[in-house]
């Protein structure tokens, strides 16, 4: 059922999909690769289908411990369903520093955000450090070969960044990165 919902989604809504499949599991595996038992909560943000979630509940994550941001209706309803012990909020990323939200040490993103413009990214990384504690963790990924943050974004944020493990096994290939508050 994912993959008919997600290229139907793809077809009627182009622009805030941004992708020609759903992130493999290998992917998703190397977006969670850093949760650890002291992580805390974590919020997933543009969850599609629910590939990532999967693998932050197979990480360890309880799923009272997981929040779900995904803006798109029939996203949503999927979601609720496949996974009804999290949180599932259908909600626009932009919003995320209103959530009333505590001990949040990871936000996990499958936002296109390079395609997403500037002001909007700046809103939704500063609301997602904003929720997090010190030290707390962004992980994106990208389908090209610069950072899935602006320049502008990070400089303005104060985010340090590192990439993890390249993905080949993806439709196209991915890079994972992770971005903190530089000390």
Not at 19 to 29: E, K, M
Not at 143 to 170: M, S
Request: aromatic share 8%; glycine share 8%.
């Amino acid at each position: 059922m994912s993959f008919p919902l997600f290229m139907w989604q793809l077809v009627r809504h182009p622009k805030t999909i941004s992708a020609i499949a759903p992130s493999s599991t290998g992917l998703a595996r190397q977006m969670v690769s850093e949760i650890t038992a002291d992580t805390g909560r974590v919020v997933e943000i543009g969850a599609g289908t629910g590939v990532i979630t999967r693998q932050i509940l197979a990480a360890g994550v309880r799923p009272e411990d997981l929040s779900i941001v995904e803006m798109n209706p029939k996203f949503c309803k999927v979601l609720k369903a496949q996974f009804p012990d999290c949180n599932v909020l259908e909600m626009d990323a932009q919003a995320l520093g209103e959530l009333p939200l505590e001990n949040v040490g990871m936000v996990i993103s499958g936002l296109p955000l390079l395609s997403i413009p500037e002001p909007v990214q700046h809103n939704i990384i500063k609301g997602a450090f904003g929720l997090m504690v010190d030290g707390g963790k962004y992980v994106q990924f990208t389908y090209g070969p610069k950072p899935p943050i602006a320049p502008a974004v990070r400089e303005a944020n104060g985010l340090a960044w590192r990439c993890l493990k390249k993905v080949w096994l993806n439709l196209p290939p991915a890079m994972p990165y992770v971005f903190t508050k530089k000390p």
